[in-house]
């Protein structure tokens, strides 16, 4: 069940519930989970990291790049002295033999450096799903303890959106916005940021 659903659930058993009697007041508190989850320092740290590792991947790929173009030029050389008139059969055929054996090295290159690519990048992202995952579970268990600690009835994400990309949440009376005090909790111990160029 995805997150959308989950809030679309929550918000269904809600209208359900509902006290036939206004004596019985429900006690209900919002959060914005987009705010929680970008503004946590681990996500930023998170990101932080997946950079230098993506960095790391363009830069392998860049000097693989470097090696495919160099064998290019030599490639065009060969073609230039192919094309000479005066060379010999003997020449030729010892030029184009070469010529040949540059080529299925610069495809087989190119095919290792795509399949490269593609593995780091995929397992990169995988990476990056799973700390998401678990940072978004840290943060949701946060909104628990907290909805359990004050004893709200309710707690709704105002950041979630409905399948017609409408927030879902449009309106609630005396509810409580416990996205602050709950990002101050998770920042709490966040490192001092770094001066830029600073190590």
Do not use: C
């Not at 929680?36 to 998170?46: G, S």
Request: proline residues 3%; without cysteine; glycine residues 4%.
């Amino acid at each position: 069940m995805t997150f959308r659903q989950l809030t679309l659930a929550a918000a269904t058993a809600l209208l359900f519930s509902l006290p036939a009697t206004a004596q019985d007041k429900l006690k209900i508190a919002t959060v914005d989970m987009q705010t929680l989850f970008k503004q946590y320092h681990r996500t930023t740290e998170a990101q932080r990291e997946v950079n230098v590792e993506r960095a790391k991947i363009q830069q392998n790929n860049n000097e693989r790049l470097e090696t495919i173009r160099a064998l290019e030029g030599e490639l065009q050389g060969l073609r230039k002295q192919l094309d000479d008139p005066s060379l010999s059969d003997k020449r030729k055929q010892e030029l184009f033999k070469d010529f040949q054996m540059k080529t299925q090295e610069g495809v087989a290159l190119d095919r290792e450096r795509r399949e490269f690519l593609q593995r780091r990048n995929t397992a990169l992202n995988e990476k990056m799903m799973q700390k998401m995952r678990g940072i978004l579970e840290e943060i949701r268990k946060l909104v628990e303890d907290r909805a359990k600690s004050d004893a709200y009835d309710y707690v709704f994400d105002k950041s979630g959106l409905s399948t017609s990309q409408v927030p879902f949440l449009l309106y609630t009376k005396d509810a409580t916005d416990i996205t602050a005090g709950l990002l101050g909790v998770l920042n709490k111990d966040a490192p001092a940021p770094t001066p830029e160029g600073g190590k």
